[in-house]
């Protein structure tokens, strides 16, 4: 048997064991944003005929939820949804791209996000995305981004407008 006081300082046994826990409360904490069931809602207006319409999409997200700034490439919490996982085959909603740093913690609203939404129009066409990026603040964009979280599910919703020429959206995302 392996005498723990011998081989390793009592210090360093007890760091150890706080970074596995930490590991592993960690692993298990993120591991409920990845592969969620996801329904999908978009509708956009005053596109000049390039995606005006309402759009929508389920299928599984690769990631929905809050990344901690210890697993965040970028050192800081946030808020991301990447959906979906697999092929939307001819879903209206073809691709969702959402990020908020504001959208963390217990913060319900934000300001700041960036949200690219990709659509198949009825005649199968897929024109540019979407795009609504108000993080940094840019001329032209603005909108909010709320989100109400359950034991279950996340849903995100944004209202705003971007700078090309009055493009709206009206957009929620529900992740299971």
Do not use: W
Request: aromatic share 6%; proline share 5%.
């Amino acid at each position: 048997m392996l005498n723990a006081s011998r081989s390793f300082p009592t210090g360093r046994v007890i760091l150890l064991t706080l970074l596995a826990l930490a590991f592993c409360t960690q692993a298990a904490h993120s591991q409920g944003i990845y592969q969620r069931k996801t329904t999908v809602k978009a509708t956009i207006a005053g596109s000049h005929n390039i995606y005006d319409g309402s759009f929508t999409g389920s299928g599984v997200s690769s990631i929905c939820g809050e990344i901690p700034k210890m697993s965040s490439m970028t050192g800081v919490d946030t808020f991301v949804i990447e959906y979906p996982n697999d092929d939307p085959k001819n879903a209206g909603i073809q691709s969702v791209s959402f990020g908020s740093k504001q959208l963390v913690g217990k913060v319900t609203t934000a300001r700041l996000f960036t949200l690219n939404v990709a659509v198949r129009l009825p005649n199968g066409s897929k024109p540019y995305a979407y795009v609504l990026n108000t993080d940094p603040p840019r001329k032209g964009n603005s909108g909010v981004a709320t989100i109400a979280r359950s034991k279950n599910s996340v849903t995100v919703r944004v209202k705003g407008s971007n700078e090309r020429g009055g493009e709206t959206i009206d957009f929620s995302i529900t992740c299971m």
